[in-house]
């Protein structure tokens, strides 16, 4: 692929990447620096996406680094892309919310929105999609209580805002997410009196070998182990919180032992008390962008959707690349891996060994993870008939339920048609999971021909054909 | 292997016309099983918008079939639950100028001969229908009887008050035959059904069934996009269109074409939809698809225009090139019968098809003649694939 030296705002980009996360900054700066023409799109106003996330600048914090252990990996980059930006090599564009990808073959147009217009499409050569992820959230009596937020929500709030949600936090769910969360909650003064991790974790033995290639994720770990034992924090394993309670806000939780299916056991229920509770079942890959294009999927080692990729990053739509969680949650490394990898395949060029070698070192890891966090069929004995499944609907499980036992619902797309569950805001991304566990059919990811809502104004003006 | 009760007959395809089959022929005391390679209302019906509309159809035998469909959903909405969401809300047809509501006149005369209630409404009298239409429009008709349910729920519905055995996730891989060429059954990736009459309702897969009897029944898929805007107070209050008055100069005859479907849901989203284009199975994102739905949309309710549009999906009509469905036995095989080819408005007539279906497997006397709809007929020159105007 070559480099187009006319107006970047005319010419066709040769690359277009779609999030500036750790995925998509790496491979934006990596194909700048190989030579090629490159336009960034992302919806939030700086680089780092979920997980490199800076503090309000109004909130004066001089020491994000203090945040992230590994903050160096992303500002160096970040000063890589504002040097490319600079030489006119990147166009960076900010607060671009990207609806739709259009195109085939070597001629894409990245539809975005900003906060007030529509955007002139963006035209590319080669696309990259660098979507990230967001929360799996499984519902649970209660959950909708305020007080209630999610794992990875919490911690956002903490690192962009400094905020914590409550003094008393119970933290709870699956994953490796809630020891750090945990552990940053305790660092910041909230008293922290279970993290609640449903899994055992007799899964990881199985993968001594993948732990110990892994020594960065071991000291991760070791890390947050030893921060909650200095605030004398021990994650209670094999239990969740099968209820929250309170009026206008949550005051305790009810905690149980799980079977191995992740089925609550009679019985063994306690009452916590609390006025926060922070819960996250590990991540999603988002692939709105992937799936409208047609991009295969494939049902990753946590049960989640992910993209089917090459080891060059391509996905099965020619053209179009993808990197990082889009191809199965795996952490801001082997993101940062990942989207340079994928860079260096649009650009033509040969992958190092030892690039190749980290990242499938590092996406083993992750699949070891993924397994043992993976949700037990059994959780959906926590729910009861009248517990919101969507939110955004107000849809209970009672009446998922009777689409599926009833009317002759065996997938979640014909749930949501006779129920209305995720037809809202959130368009399944809160209740999907949910939904497809009560439907007891197999992952599909969802189907989103609009990524994010749009103003119909906008789409009146789009340019005819 | 045969089941040991084997019904009186197989219906393939779980939408709403397959469901409306099923319930009508165990009205008539048939036994009935429903299989489907996918869920209930998988296919077109999960795409549609529940449109009963009698106001889009010209005088002839799809409008007597919409029109038999309307005082029969009115008849089901009473004992159907109320999850099917019958709404018989009514529709608002608007001409942009002087020769569409001219056009618009002509059209309605004759559709008042076939018994629609068609009322116009002048100018100045829009806005007592619809207060945030645009201004300037030239006039209108309402027609009451155009209503709404809402599609997958009817489908759902229909089928548990059928009583059918449902067969879902199997998909039809042979119709068996007898010696003498007669069907006796179908079977599946699980089993053998076996029953003398098999009702091919597959919709756009219609042509494959029929293809898997012997006979070349030539549906073909109508691709549709519907935008979904986020939920609002209810600000359009009937299915309302415009029709835009299109001279055919070559043939001198005048056609009325018509713009996408406006329409409030009781949930709160306003539906908008949909196009028509021949382009196969495309499943590929047509954004100048979605321009021209949002722009219909916002030139009838200004107010849209700011309005967030949440979703956009696409389906597939299926249609036969005379469009006209395919509604009866197949003389050509004994024991087959059709019921698919309904394109964009198989919700509608399905109540319509049901009872013409249910007469031909029992041998009574039909509601209407027909003959028009018959499997066999000639059925006219294949469309060329092509991007159209119009809803």
């Known amino acids: 692929m070559t480099t187009s030296p006319s107006d970047p705002r005319t010419a066709p980009a040769d690359l277009a990447v779609v999030g500036a996360g750790p995925a998509g900054l790496a491979a934006a700066v990596t194909a700048a620096s190989l030579g090629l023409t490159v336009t960034l799109l992302d919806a939030g106003a700086r680089p780092g996406g979920q997980y490199y996330r800076h503090p309000d600048p109004a909130l004066g914090a001089t020491r994000p680094q203090a945040l992230h252990h590994d903050w160096a990996a992303f500002a160096d980059r970040e000063a890589e892309l504002r040097a490319h930006e600079r030489a006119g090599r990147v166009r960076y564009l900010t607060e671009h919310q990207v609806w739709s990808v259009t195109g085939s073959g070597t001629d894409w147009s990245v539809h975005s929105r900003t906060d007030d217009a529509a955007g002139e499409p963006v035209r590319a050569r080669a696309v990259l999609l660098a979507t990230g992820a967001y929360e799996r959230q499984l519902p649970f009596p209660g959950w909708t209580l305020p007080g209630v937020v999610g794992a990875g929500g919490a911690q956002a709030m903490f690192k962009s805002g400094l905020v914590l949600p409550g003094r008393r936090v119970v933290v709870a769910g699956s994953g490796p997410l809630l020891l750090a969360v945990a552990a940053s909650l305790a660092a910041a003064g909230a008293r922290v009196p279970a993290v609640v991790e449903a899994a055992g974790y007799g899964p990881y033995v199985r993968h001594t070998g993948t732990l110990l290639r892994n020594p960065a994720k071991l000291a991760e770990g070791a890390l947050y182990g030893g921060a909650l034992l200095r605030h004398q924090v021990r994650p209670l394993l094999r239990h969740a919180v099968v209820e929250a309670h309170g009026t206008d806000r949550v005051e305790a939780v009810t905690v149980a032992r799980l079977d191995r299916d992740w089925r609550p056991v009679p019985g063994t229920g306690r009452r916590v008390p609390c006025d926060a509770l922070a819960v996250g079942h590990g991540l999603v890959p988002e692939l709105s962008l992937a799936t409208a294009l047609g991009c295969a999927t494939r049902t990753a080692a946590d049960g989640t959707a992910a993209l089917v990729l090459t080891p060059g990053l391509r996905t099965s739509v020619p053209g179009v690349w993808a990197a990082g969680e889009t191809g199965g949650v795996g952490g801001a490394q082997l993101a940062l891996a990942e989207g340079e990898i994928a860079a260096r395949t649009v650009a033509g060029r040969a992958v190092p060994a030892s690039l190749a070698r980290r990242r499938d070192r590092l996406r083993a890891f992750a699949d070891a993870m993924g397994a043992a966090h993976r949700p037990g069929a059994g959780w959906t004995g926590w729910l009861r008939d009248g517990t919101a499944v969507c939110r955004c609907e107000e849809v209970p499980a009672g009446r998922v339920r009777e689409a599926v036992e009833e009317l002759g619902a065996t997938d979640a797309r014909t749930v949501k048609l006779l129920t209305r569950a995720g037809m809202g805001w959130c368009q399944g991304r809160m209740c999907g999971p949910a939904v497809a566990a009560l439907a007891g059919g197999e992952t599909v990811a969802d189907r989103r021909p609009l990524a994010c809502p749009v103003r119909l104004g906008q789409l009146a003006e789009l340019p005819a054909d | ?391």
């Not at chain 2, 106001?55 to 309307?70: H, M, Q, R, V």
């Not at chain 2, 039909?366 to 499997?375: G, I, S, T, V």
């Open chain 2, 1 to 391: 292997m045969p089941n040991r009760h084997s019904p009186d007959v197989v219906i393939i395809g779980a939408g709403v016309v397959g469901a409306a089959c099923a319930y009508y022929a165990a009205r008539s005391g048939l036994t009935v099983a429903v299989v489907d390679r996918g869920p209930v209302a998988g296919g077109t019906t999960g795409a549609g918008e529940g449109n009963l509309l009698v106001s889009d159809k010209e005088a002839g035998p799809e409008l007597d079939l919409a029109l038999l469909s309307t005082r029969l959903w009115r008849d089901l909405s009473a004992t159907l639950p109320p999850e099917t969401e019958y709404e018989p809300k009514g529709g608002l047809v608007v001409a942009p100028d002087e020769p569409a509501l001219k056009a618009l006149r002509a059209f309605a005369e004759g559709q008042r001969a076939a018994g629609v209630t068609a009322t116009e409404v002048p100018a100045d009298r829009l806005a007592d229908l619809e207060p945030h239409l645009a201004p300037g429009l030239a006039g209108g008709f309402h027609y009451p009887q155009d209503a709404q349910v809402q599609p997958a729920q009817a489908a759902a519905r229909l089928l548990a008050a059928s009583g059918a055995a449902l067969h879902l996730g199997e998909e039809v891989t042979a119709i068996l035959r007898g010696p003498t060429g007669a069907v006796r059954g179908v079977r599946t990736g699980r089993r053998e059904l076996l029953a003398p009459a098999v009702v091919n309702a597959a919709g756009t897969w219609g042509g494959e069934i029929a293809r898997l009897a012997g006979v070349h029944l030539p549906v073909l898929p109508r691709r549709g996009f519907v935008l979904v805007t986020e939920p609002l107070p209810r600000i359009v209050r009937h299915k309302v269109y415009a029709a835009d008055y299109i001279a055919d100069v070559a043939s001198g005859s005048a056609a009325l074409q018509s713009s996408a479907v406006v329409e409030g849901t009781p949930g709160g989203p306003v539906l908008i939809g949909a196009t028509r284009e021949r382009v196969g199975f495309d499943r590929s994102l047509s954004t100048e698809a979605l321009r021209r739905l949002a722009a219909q949309a916002a030139r009838l309710f200004p107010v849209l225009a700011d309005v967030q549009v949440l979703r956009a999906y696409h389906g597939f009509r299926p249609y036969l090139p005379d469009h006209l469905p395919a509604i009866g036995p197949d003389p050509r095989v004994p024991g087959l019968h059709h019921a698919c080819g309904h394109e964009g408005a198989g919700i509608g007539l399905a109540p319509a098809t049901g009872v013409l279906l249910a007469a031909a497997l029992t041998g009574a006397e039909p509601p209407l003649d027909p003959a028009p709809f018959r499997p066999e007929r000639d059925h006219g020159p294949a469309d060329v694939p092509t991007q159209e105007q119009q809803s």
